[in-house]
């Protein structure tokens, strides 16, 4: 089954804190791309940021960065110097083509 | 760029009727998908067409549903003999790419309520 998991259906961060929302997946797939997705209250989808599964760098865009074990099938999404706008549902997603999401992490961002 | 357009945000309507929904995609993206997004869910995959060409289709989409791409630019997606199970977010989402998969950007939805 060419699933995605998120352990994690809520987590709290402390503002200016760093936080890590965890993701695993299965495919038999060899060559595909990993996401992160930001989805606020009320409002559109946010690519965060991607991962191409060739390459072994972690991907890293600004506060944003990603620790991937392919192996493992492992793709978490840590989050550095928390700030408030970043309150909302985060969706791991991978995909060739069409992608396959998780049902999300609600995050909380404490003032 | 004025990103992927939806029309309309929401729609009620009653069980039994017919629905349709429009998305615009970024201008210069050749690939289009829709997915369906119910709550506490993350989005499943319904469709994608790369300009007209339809190329995939989920078990998802039933017989009800229909989507088109006529001229490589917009896209419908209509639902027939709406049922209340079809209530969701529909997301259209588009993607530009030259081989191989890339990200895709999405729209603001069309939240769908069959009463």
């Known amino acids: 089954a060419q699933t995605v998991t998120q352990s994690q259906p809520e987590m709290s961060v402390q503002e200016a804190e760093t936080v890590t929302l965890s993701c695993t997946y299965d495919t038999s797939e060899s060559d595909y791309y990993l996401f992160w997705y930001k989805q606020p209250p009320s409002r559109q989808m946010i690519l965060v940021i991607r991962q191409e599964a060739y390459k072994q760098q972690n991907a890293t865009e600004n506060r944003f960065s990603v620790n991937f074990q392919k192996a493992a099938k492992s793709f978490s999404l840590k989050i550095s110097d928390s700030q408030l706008g970043d309150a909302a549902m985060y969706f791991c997603a991978w995909g060739a083509n069409n992608l396959f999401f998780g049902t999300g992490t609600r995050l909380t961002v404490i003032p | ?115």
């Open chain 2, 1 to 115: 760029d004025t990103g992927v357009s939806q029309d309309p945000r929401h729609k009620i309507t009653k069980r039994g009727q017919n629905v349709t929904f429009r998305c615009d995609p970024i201008s210069e993206h050749n690939r289009l998908y829709w997915y369906r997004q119910t709550l506490g869910q993350g989005p499943e995959f319904l469709t994608y067409f790369q300009n007209e060409a339809q190329l995939e289709k989920s078990r998802l989409l039933s017989d009800r549903f229909s989507a088109e791409r006529p001229k490589g630019s917009f896209s419908t997606l209509e639902i027939q003999r709406t049922e209340q199970g079809d209530s969701a977010m529909y997301l259209c989402a588009s993607s530009f790419i030259t081989g191989f998969s890339y990200e895709q950007y999405f729209g603001p939805g069309t939240r769908l309520t069959v009463t």
